[in-house]
């Protein structure tokens, strides 16, 4: 029997006896089923997610900060505990549950306890509980802020309590701090060591200070009688540059280091007529 095709063909493919089978036998048909039933098929991990009926443990793992401020007479001492979600499975996750903030000064506790008792509220509410360092860090004091160790602006006390609990929730991975690159740490150890060369070869072309005449006569009239109780008087070199100073927590910057406004650290330097941050590698010029 021949068949007359009148449209161009696009491919082809031989009939074989299980096709013919698979036509001719019955269609079966699909049990229905509804979209919650084959959801609760599923198999789901057994994850705990924080909420406010978590009851708290007997024990909870906890480090505790040490704050020394300017603005108060003593030490402030903040405990934040951490709760451990999951323990022993792949889904383990340590969360903030409460804090706490103790110290001798008496002038600060009203607010202090009203501060830590909110927060502890916001750490067992669950969800995303970083936004408070942002919040925090934002106070600002009328009377003006300070420098804590290693030349960090601190323009409060709360905004230190807002960067003690961003230091604890790094080190618990609820906060993941973007790392320099090998490039830009390369870059930034360039910048220190041009720097320092330049500070040590100014220091060695400056020329020592010529003396007035007065001065010289007040000198050696001191170094031969020397009057009693009067010490032989210590002329500063004008124009000499500065070391680099430890200004604490291990980093070394110049003492006329400017605040740099990325990381509120006083390492901005003027470098090649640019402002240069030896901190974090910040320059005004790109």
């Known amino acids: 029997m021949a068949v007359k095709i009148d449209k161009k063909i696009k491919g082809y493919s031989v009939l074989t006896p299980e096709d013919k089978a698979r036509e001719a036998a ?30 708290r443990p007997e024990v909870l793992v906890g480090s505790t900060y040490k704050i020394k401020s300017p ?24 969360r903030p549950f409460e804090i706490f903030i103790n110290s001798k000064s008496m002038e600060h506790f009203q607010w202090i306890v009203a501060l830590t008792r909110i927060m502890s509220a916001v750490f067992r509410k669950g969800g995303d509980v970083t936004f408070l360092v942002d919040e925090m860090k934002a106070v600002f004091d009328p009377r003006g802020g300070y420098f804590k160790a290693g030349g960090v602006y601190m323009p409060s006390l709360v905004a230190e309590l807002g960067a003690i609990v961003e230091e604890h929730m ?4 609820l906060i993941h701090d973007p790392e320099m690159s090998d490039h830009q740490r390369a870059i930034l150890a360039e910048k220190r060591k041009q720097y320092e060369d330049r500070a ?11 003396p007035s005449p007065a001065a010289a006569g007040e000198d050696a009239r001191r170094a ?21 100073a430890v200004t604490g927590d291990g980093a070394s ?13 006083k390492a901005l330097v003027i470098m090649d007529g640019c402002a240069t941050c030896l901190n974090c590698g910040y320059s005004k010029c790109g």
């Not at 910057?253 to 990381?263: D, G, I, V």
């Open 71 to 94: 603005l108060v007479e003593h030490a402030m001492y903040v405990t934040i505990n951490d709760i451990v979600l999951n323990a022993g499975t792949e889904h383990e996750l340590r």
């Open 253 to 265: 910057f110049p003492p006329s280091a400017t605040l740099c406004h990325k990381c509120s650290t």
């Open 200 to 210: 040590k070869k100014n220091s060695e072309v400056t020329p020592p200070p010529i």
């Open 224 to 244: 031969e009688g020397g009057a009693p109780g009067t010490a032989p008087s210590i002329t500063n070199t004008p124009g000499a540059s500065e070391d680099i």
């Open 26 to 55: 019955p269609p079966v048909q699909a049990e229905s089923i509804t979209r919650a039933k084959a959801e609760a098929e599923l198999p789901k991990a057994d994850i705990i997610h924080m909420h406010e009926r978590i009851e």
């Open 170 to 173: 790094k080190s618990i991975g």
